[in-house]
């Protein structure tokens, strides 16, 4: 059991990437009932922005330098691609049944992997990432490397953020309005098409930073790494109850955790030991969400709301 | 001169000036150096001629059409085999020595010497015969009868599945260290004399004095 | 509750969209100027796609330059080869559905590949019903000539048109186990591996060997190689006091496993077979990939005067992307194929027979030449007769295609 402690902060920062990813289901999903599945599309494009920016900096420059730019390159990215899917996908397709824009996102999603595929120099096959330089450190039994720690600054940094902004600002409390009844709160005076945007628009932003967060962690991107994360994320979203920023952070979390101490336990439980380890992570985090939405439908953070539809 | 051939009929005012230089002041300075190469013309031919013949020899000789080289002979690993030929004998338990047969063949190229025959653990040590080093020939394949002295029986590894000899070969390309991986047969028949040697349980008294 | 069902439908659908088109398969013909005469086609299946395409388009490429070599030298009178390829993406159902087209296709004759053993697994039987040769230049997997049973001492063969340059992990994974016991005076190892037919094959002949030898395993893990995050695992690893680590499956995975274990502070190398003799491995290991090892089948390439050669016209060829591990093996595969064709054009008085597939394996059993790894020949089950390999370490890390160096090499003569 000694080494909890570690399987606990790696499980954290898994699930800190889940988690960041799944703002953008939930938002999206909130605001105009849409699972976007092209999200996990816009997560492994801002993967690519960010690496451009390195690629185009001079050789050497210092990471301090790099890191922002790196950032702002991804954040670019995401946002445009997400904003410009709203703008000609999903907008045109506003009053279509449900399933319209649902088949769109899945081909969104396809398009943007075969163009990362087909155009972005050498992304056949996976494409090296800088490192943050430094040694790891040591805190007890658990160790941090240094990629990691931008993780651990940046996600609750963005979860505070969020949270002031939705309670706090305007067009926060505009969205908190169009998500309990567009109709009414387009009728109140608020801009329901640029609160719609707004929200793809942040979504993309905390995709674009996961991004660079995965990038740090795994030294590299490549075009396929959308497809699995973005179901990951989508899973955590509907295990804190989609539609709630908080669940969404909260489900992430939980799901990483959970996987991480199924990799590390799950051999050790008499009986189990073939339905352990890192392979069936997977399957005890799905089992996970399924007791979950048993005993409580809505998810961990959802509200039990009057179906609208 | 053209002076001589239509020249004036009497002579002009510096006429018998210019015609009185002395021939020899004039030709005075030219006279020196031709003098020079005169006197030493033979050496001066001959070293010109050495040096346009040796040159002359040494472009030839270096444009030459040559045979192409002979590739260098192959690395030995690649030219010899070792097969494993049975005939392992049957130790008794406590025996600290058994041997067996193998076969090395070279297939092409100039002789290889085999150096050295040894295997991979500390277990066990290798002596062959003939000694090492001797030579393996293209077309005469030779066998060698390889005895195997037992050091410590509790670290023998009794049914490894893959053991080989690691064989020390040399030639004039190359020497290597090449592990030889002698087949399922010779990993059955080594395992079988491991075990009547150093049966299982005789671990605990297993050091050898 | 409408909602809620919507979104489960939506999620199983999407699921099995996304996985569908995971498998699709894209191939590019290339077309070349056809010389007169016949037309052979051999066909190329191979990643070209994906994580694993580095390793895929060495092998398209040097197939194509046997082609293209065969049709300079006018190796066999009157016959032109050409090569078409397609893209398995490591997919056993892609690479099925490219065994079928390439079957429906007449023109062709032959074919290389795949690299995976699983994907093998799934054309095997396909192109043996339709006596359509296939050698393999890099599935490693027994069973696939041996039989199920091969482990048992019961060899059988299963498939008469299946053939390999490659060496099989019946020796990869021992060898790796003997260097790793006996000479790096490795004791405990912890076993991870991907669950692919590879990948859990190579770790169990190798576990199996480690432990006959006297070693001890700390551990085991399988993982899902598609996932990059291997914190959980790096953090037993680092836990169970094992000095070196195997890993049976590919590079895409053990290039990031290698670099988290070693972050996480378990400073022992890690141990793979041919899947991670890739520079791409060095790349994604970066420098903490130093140390590593690999086993490989062949020998090292600079010791082989006809590789050179190899070497020399690929570079000459123009191919963009590198031969990587199995270039040598493939263009020995492809000629094995070209000589067969060679074999039963000349014994049919200059002309392709009818029944030439039939022939062609036929043929095959008996070819042998010099190719670029070696002699090129077959036994009785299909396996190359040449089985030699080597231990590569991680030497140096800041030029990834010269990182690898041979440090033990074998021969086997079972």
Redesign the interface.
């Known amino acids: 059991m ?2 909890l402690p ?2 606990l902060v ?2 954290l ?2 699930g800190s990437m889940y988690g960041l990813i799944a703002i953008g289901y939930t938002m999206v999903y909130g605001i105009v ?1 849409l ?1 976007n ?1 092209a999200h996990g599309e816009i997560f492994m494009v801002g993967g690519f922005g960010a690496l451009t920016v390195w690629l185009w900096l001079p050789g050497g420059t210092s990471m301090w330098l790099a890191l922002p730019l790196m950032l702002i390159g991804a954040v670019i990215v995401s946002t445009l691609i997400a904003v410009g899917a709203e703008r000609f996908a999903y907008r045109p397709l506003r009053g279509a049944p ?1 399933l319209a824009p ?1 088949i769109t996102a ?1 081909g969104l ?2 398009a943007l992997q075969q163009a990362v ?1 087909a155009w972005y120099p050498n992304a ?3 494409r ?1 990432f800088p ?1 943050i330089p430094g040694g ?1 450190i040591h805190i007890g039994s658990v ?1 941090i ?1 240094p990629g990691d720690i931008f993780l651990l600054i940046t996600a609750p940094i963005c979860m505070f953020a969020l949270g002031y902004f939705v309670m706090k600002t305007r067009v926060g409390r505009g969205m908190q309005a169009t998500a309990q009844d567009p109709d009414t709160a387009k009728l109140m005076g608020v801009n329901t098409d640029r609160v719609i945007v707004v929200a793809f628009a942040i979504g993309a932003a905390f995709a674009g930073i996961a991004a660079v967060a995965y990038g740090f ?4 991107v ?1 075009f ?2 959308g ?2 994360w973005g ?1 990951k994320a ?1 899973t955590a979203a ?1 295990l804190g109850g ?1 539609g709630n920023i908080y669940g969404a952070m909260i489900g992430g979390l939980v799901l990483g955790v959970a ?2 101490l199924a ?2 336990y799950m051999n050790d439980i008499p009986g189990m030991s073939q339905l352990g ?6 399957v005890w985090a799905f089992v996970l969400l399924i007791v979950v939405l048993l005993v409580r ?1 809505q998810g961990l953070l959802g509200e039990r709301v009057a ?1 609208r ?1 | 001169m053209g002076v001589n051939a239509i020249g004036p009929v009497e002579p002009g005012d510096n006429t018998y000036e210019t015609r009185s230089e002395p021939a020899d002041e004039i030709a005075a300075v030219p006279v020196r150096t031709s003098t020079l190469f005169i006197r030493h013309r033979r050496t001066a031919l001959a070293l010109a001629t050495t040096v346009i013949v040796g040159a002359a020899g040494l472009s030839l000789y270096l444009t030459r059409p040559r045979p192409p080289e002979p ?2 002979p ?2 030995p ?2 030219t010899v ?4 030929r049975g005939e392992m004998t049957h130790p008794r338990a406590g025996d600290r020595t058994f041997s067996f047969t193998v076969s090395l063949r070279q297939d092409s190229g100039p002789p290889v010497s085999v150096r050295r025959i040894a295997q ?3 277990a066990l040590s290798v002596t062959a015969a003939p000694d090492t080093p001797f030579t393996v020939k293209t077309g005469s394949p030779r066998t060698a009868r390889i005895t195997m002295h037992i050091r410590e029986c509790g ?1 023998v ?8 000899l690691v064989v020390t070969l040399r030639n004039t390309r ?1 020497m ?11 990993a059955k028949d080594l395992s079988g004399a491991l075990t009547a040697a150093c049966p299982p349980n005789t671990d605990v008294m297993s050091k050898t004095p | ?4 069902s ?2 489960a439908i ?2 199983a659908l ?2 099995g ?2 996985t569908l ?2 498998c699709g398969s894209r191939d590019d013909k290339d077309k070349e100027d056809a010389g007169g005469g016949t037309t052979v086609v051999i066909g190329v299946d191979a990643p ?7 390793l895929g388009l060495g092998i398209r490429n040097s197939v194509d330059l046997a082609a293209k070599q065969a049709n300079a030298k006018k190796y066999v009178d009157g016959i032109t080869f050409k090569i078409e390829s397609a893209d398995d993406q490591g997919q056993p159902a892609s690479g099925q559905t490219n065994a079928t087209k390439f079957v429906a296709n007449k023109d062709i004759l032959g074919a290389v590949g795949p690299l995976n053993s699983s994907v093998g697994e799934s054309m095997q039987k396909v192109f043996d019903d339709a006596k359509l040769v296939q050698v393999s230049p890099a599935n490693t997997n027994p069973a696939m000539t041996q039989g199920q049973d091969w482990n048992g001492g019961k060899k059988v063969r299963p498939y008469k048109a299946y053939f390999r340059t490659a060496t099989t992990d019946a ?1 990869q994974g ?2 790796a ?2 260097y790793l016991y ?2 790096a005076k490795k004791k405990k190892v912890f076993v991870v591996d ?2 692919k037919t590879y990948g859990a094959g190579l770790a169990a002949t190798f576990k ?2 480690f432990t ?3 070693g001890k395993v700390a551990g ?5 190689p ?8 790096a ?2 690893i ?2 169970s006091d094992a000095d070196v680590v195997y890993y049976g499956g590919e590079y ?1 995975a053990a ?2 496993l290698s ?2 274990m070693k ?3 378990a400073k022992i190398p890690l141990v793979g077979g041919d899947g991670i003799y890739s520079a ?1 491995f060095v ?2 290991a ?1 420098k903490e990939g130093k140390g590593d090892y690999a086993t490989s089948v062949g ?1 090292p390439v600079e ?3 006809s590789a050179k050669e190899f070497i020399a016209n690929y570079k000459k060829a123009g191919y963009k992307e590198a031969y990587e591990a199995y270039g040598g093996y493939s263009y020995d595969s492809a000629w094995a194929i070209i000589e067969a064709v060679k074999k039963v054009v000349e014994d049919n008085d200059g002309k392709l027979p009818d029944d030439a597939r039939a022939k062609i394996v036929d043929a095959m059993q008996d070819v042998s030449f010099d190719g670029v790894t ?1 002699k090129v020949s077959f036994d009785e089950y299909g396996d190359a007769t040449n ?2 390999l080597t231990v590569y370490q991680v030497k140096s890390t800041e030029d990834p295609t010269k990182g690898w160096k041979p440090v ?7």
Do not use: C
């Not at chain 1, 962690?217 to 590299?220: K, Q």
């Not at chain 1, 380890?277 to 997977?282: F, I, K, L, P, R």
């Open positions: 000694h080494e570690q399987q790696n499980g920062l898994l009932q699972i599945f449900r649902l899945i999603s396809l595929w056949k096959s996976s090296t490192e790891s160790t490397q962690r795994y030294g590299e490549q396929r790494m497809f699995l179901l989508f509907v989609i996987e991480a990799t590390a380890g890192q392979s069936w992570a997977d439908p179906d539809a | 590739p260098p192959l690395y690993s690649q085999s070792v097969a494993y991979p653990t500390t670290k590894q009794r049914n490894a599945g893959l053991p080989f190359a290597q260290i090449q592990s030889f991986i002698l087949g399922s047969e010779y | 509750m409408r909602q809620r919507l979104i939506t999620a999407t699921a969209a996304l088109t995971a070209l796609t994906g994580d694993l395409s580095a020796i021992p060898f186990a003997q006996n000479e991907d669950k199996d060997e006959k030898l006297g085991t893990e399988h993982v899902n598609d996932t990059k995050d291997f914190g959980a695992v953090t037993k680092k836990n895409p290039g990031p670099k988290q972050k996480a502070g791409d790349k994604l970066g020998q010791e082989l005067p070696g089985k030699q033990k090499s074998g021969t086997f003569t079972g």
